[in-house]
């Protein structure tokens, strides 16, 4: 019997090839699938913006138009540019000092400089109503000897000054570590030459240092006036009216939720404006972070050092050391036994949420990024940078908005009565975990295309040549080498969710809190001391998680630096 011929080596290599490329179609429709499911939310709410519906909404819709919107939009500038201001002025000397100068207890100061970001600006703001109430008796004698008219003025100046401070001393930790990763780089070696030629520090900072962290800052600044969008919890506590709370009470108090989706369409619209801004003004220039050839910190004496622990225990000191003393005084003062069990439930629905939502956005991120890396396509790549960009650009009442219009179209393909339906329609837990997935999705993407960025396309190459297919490649050398970077985008995911109050609000069932919503139910109801036991549990948490990120997730980049 003849034997059947022997395939040649082309096409061997041929049929290989073959393999390859259907494993990747496989993956890249797989990374499509999942992309635009995470974009639907946010396309529901473009759509509403861009084409609204016709119908008993067009009344309500010129009322908040004419009354509420052009307030809203003041409201909401005036706070995200005095809270950019504050947070460069407390962020910045704190970074030049740790990344240029060499002081005893400065890696202490690193971290504890990270920490305030795991104080919510919601609880900042509960534990500062004692100092803003020991201020009425002023704003009193104003209206005594001013008149109405000039206490109102005051009275409004000093809630956004405190709203100000506020955000400023928990959100200045973005600035400050995007400048320290740009302080930390080449830039060194450039302000040691210019002080070489004769510049003194203040020349050298701001024609130096400064331009080549510009970059930098704005990426920062702009997580900033993120989270100022997109906080409910502090502004309504203090009574601003942000676009976020008008949202809030279109939906809720006027009762239009065609209305609501509309105003969160347009002020995403506004955001995405801000990104583009953002990208075009980075361009093509990055963070400079090479470590060859730097030359080694000035050591600081006895006074420069005690300037440097002043410059850097400020912000730490209003951002975290002020809330946590309050926050503790209030629960010694009004511990309850009783509230014990209402604190394991939250903390455990905070748990189970935390945990699901960051193995979602894992999972989800690795499958975009990893078909970003292998792909050739451009398609392939802008979806990732998309995915990367449109969740944590939605503030979370925007993305409760389009979560619940996409609800809305799904209940006319399922139907209620059918299992499907019933799943998708009544489990509010579900919506949930989806909005807070798609939000934070981009942390988990982001990560994980900058850590793959340090791996040489040469690895894959020579993986390739010996036959492994890219799934394989990823799995074998890419995750291990990601590990890191993904353990810091999993706690950092994590605290956000913890952290997260407006979603949570909104797409929450009604017996299910998390450590936000008793918190914020509290202090809605008036018992603002009796937030403090919630609220410790919630920082304590948040706290654990950044440390770890910062001494262990990151600690073998800050070893390569001199």
Known sequence: MQEPPKAGPDALVRSRNGQIRGSLLSWRTLAWLCALTLFAPVVCVLWEAIVPGH??????????RANLLWPAMRDTAILVAGVCLFSVLLGVPAAWCISTLQFRGRGLLSVLLVLPLAVPPYV????STEAREAFIPTLVQVRLEMGVDAYLKVELIHRFAWLILIFSAVLYPYVFLACRSAFSGSSRRLAEASRALGAGGWATFRKINLPLARPALVAGLFLVAMEVINDYGAVHHLGINTMTVTIFRTWFSLGELETARRLAGWMLLGIFTLVLLEQWQRGRRGFLSGQEGIPPRPKCGLVGSIICWLVCMIPVT???????????????????????????????????????VTLACLILGLVIAGVARFTKRRSDRLMAHGSGIAGYASPGAVMAAGVFALAAALRAWFPPDSWLGARLLSDSLLWLGFGLTARYVAIAIQMARQSQSLIPLVNDSASSTLGRSP??????????LMRPALAGA??????????????????RTFDFETLGTWTWGLADQGQIW??????????????????LVEIFGWRHQRRRQP
């Not at 009796?530 to 440390?547: E, F, N, R, Y």
């Open 55 to 64: 119908g008993s909404d067009a009344g309500s819709w010129d009322h908040v």
């Open 124 to 127: 900042a703001a509960f534990a």
């Open 318 to 356: 209003l951002g975290l050391l002020v809330p946590l003393f309050i926050l503790v005084q209030w629960w010694r003062a009004s511990t309850r036994p009783d509230a014990a069990p209402e604190i394991f439930a939250a903390a455990r629905n905070s748990l189970f949420l935390g945990v699901g």
């Open 471 to 480: 799934l394989q490649s990823f799995i074998s050398i890419h995750l291990p």
């Open 490 to 507: 999993a706690i950092l995911i994590f605290v956000d969710v913890c952290k997260e109050l407006p979603l949570c609000l909104m797409l």
């Open 530 to 547: 009796a937030t403090a036991a919630p609220s410790l549990v919630l920082i304590l948490t948040c706290l654990l998680g950044l440390t």
